[in-house]
């Protein structure tokens, strides 16, 4: 499965099982003209923006964000692999976990449902 795949499936799960739920995906990852990636990095504060965003504050959090992975960025001994484009993305989901989301890496389709459904069983905040 890509990473794209991995996307769609578990955005059409938040569909299915969670209705209500507010929850938008990174563009990043579409192909676009070089205008149109021009454009829309100017619509970006930066790279390295998590592929989900799911805006629905549970517990102690204001929202949970994934960072879908078709294979796992750790090591076997639970360390970062040594890649420049995951440390930009790890430092990102450092950033959102700091500021009060959930904010995380997620392995394939039935760990990132695992999270979600996790997440949104969590007591609302009111």
Request: glycine share 8%.
């Amino acid at each position: 499965m890509s990473e794209e795949s991995i996307q769609i499936a578990v955005c059409r799960y938040l569909s299915n099982q969670y209705p209500g739920v507010i929850y938008t995906s990174e563009s990043s990852g579409i192909r676009l003209t070089i205008g149109q990636a021009v454009k829309a990095k100017k619509l970006r504060s930066e790279g390295g923006l998590p592929d989900l965003m799911i805006f629905e504050p549970r517990g102690e959090y204001h929202g949970l964000f994934l960072e879908l992975k078709k294979v796992s960025p750790y090591k076997k001994n639970g360390e970062l692999k040594s890649d420049k484009h995951l440390s930009e993305q790890n430092k990102i989901l450092d950033r959102l976990y700091q500021k009060g989301y959930y904010a995380v890496f997620a392995t394939g389709t039935d760990e990132a449902k695992q999270i979600i459904d996790t997440y949104l069983n969590l007591k609302q905040t009111e």
